[in-house]
């Protein structure tokens, strides 16, 4: 396949450089018929606060990789290193959201946020602290007191990710947060995020359907092929930072799509 070669850059990334190395990764799911086969030697290797988005026809395996990569689920072969050690369950520095917010229905804002902290028994003055610093970070100032049945779909993503980031975790792995979301509020909430990872700067893995989402947050976009998911294309997204929502009308933009699109197929 042509991939505008001029543009196309595939990473070569030093495994000393990598904070998260993933190894031949493969995943099976018993169906009593030989096994589904959903990732199929997946490899490649995430460099500290990078944002990599990982985008895929659906099926190919998104999910199935990042609940891997949180510790959820055990590999049929190959491996994930984390900071040096092998990922073999949920840890505490990483930091998940899901496409939908899960939100305890009867916690406040604050107290949803509050929750990692109180998991850790953080001293409660200082857990309140920290949960009040990410109530602003997330743009929910105003908001503490409020239930979730009282939030807009885009709110309680907010709440998700002040959740998912409150106890500071050095990754946070995002499984199509704004899949839910309309067309706008889907793009603010990108533009959130960009502005979240830029204070914050986490190394992130985010799935996403949306090509355009990908161009616009990520340093780096992981296309897989259809399932069984492996690498098909690891592209560096050339854009500089800080990026606006202008980027979105460039022809640089424009070109990229194009390429992206083709190589999802
Ligand atoms: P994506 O996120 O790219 O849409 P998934 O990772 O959700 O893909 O799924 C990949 C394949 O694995 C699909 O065919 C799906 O049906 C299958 N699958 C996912 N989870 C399970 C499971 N727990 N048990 C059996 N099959 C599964």
Redo the contacts with the bound molecule.
């Keep these: 396949m042509n991939f505008y070669p001029d543009i196309v850059n595939k990473v070569e990334q030093k495994s000393e450089e990598s904070v998260l190395q993933i190894k031949e990764l493969s995943?099976v799911?018993?169906?009593g018929n030989g096994g589904?086969?959903?990732?199929d030697k997946v490899s490649f290797s995430v460099s500290p606060q990078e944002f990599i988005c990982v985008l895929?026809?659906?099926?190919?395996?998104?999910?199935?990789?990042?609940?891997i990569l949180a510790g959820l689920?055990n590999p049929t072969d190959g491996k994930v290193i984390y900071q040096g050690a092998d990922i073999c369950g949920p840890r505490r520095d990483i930091g998940f959201v899901f496409q939908k917010a899960n939100l305890m229905p009867w916690r406040t804002v604050l107290q949803n946020i509050l929750l990692p902290l109180e998991l850790e028994n953080i001293p409660a003055l200082e857990a309140d602290r920290l949960a009040r610093e990410m109530v602003k970070l997330v743009g929910l100032c105003g908001f503490e007191d409020t239930l979730p049945r009282d939030l807009s779909g885009g709110m309680a993503q907010r709440v998700a990710i002040g959740r998912a980031l409150v106890h500071d975790p050095h990754l946070l792995l995002l499984?199509?947060p704004f899949g839910a979301l309309d067309a706008l509020t889907r793009e603010r909430m990108g533009t959130e995020l960009l502005r979240i990872w830029q204070v914050r700067r986490k190394t992130v893995v985010m799935?996403t359907h949306s090509i355009s989402e990908a161009l616009f947050l990520a340093d780096r976009v992981l296309v897989?092929t259809p399932?069984?998911?492996s690498v098909r294309l690891d592209f560096s997204v050339d854009l500089h930072r800080p990026r606006n929502d202008e980027i979105r009308y460039t022809r640089e933009f424009n070109d990229m799509t194009r390429v992206l699109r083709n190589a999802i197929g």
């Design positions: 995943a799911f018993p169906n589904l086969q959903a990732l895929g026809p659906s099926g190919s395996g998104k999910s199935t990789l990042l609940r689920l499984d199509e799935v897989l399932r069984p998911g």
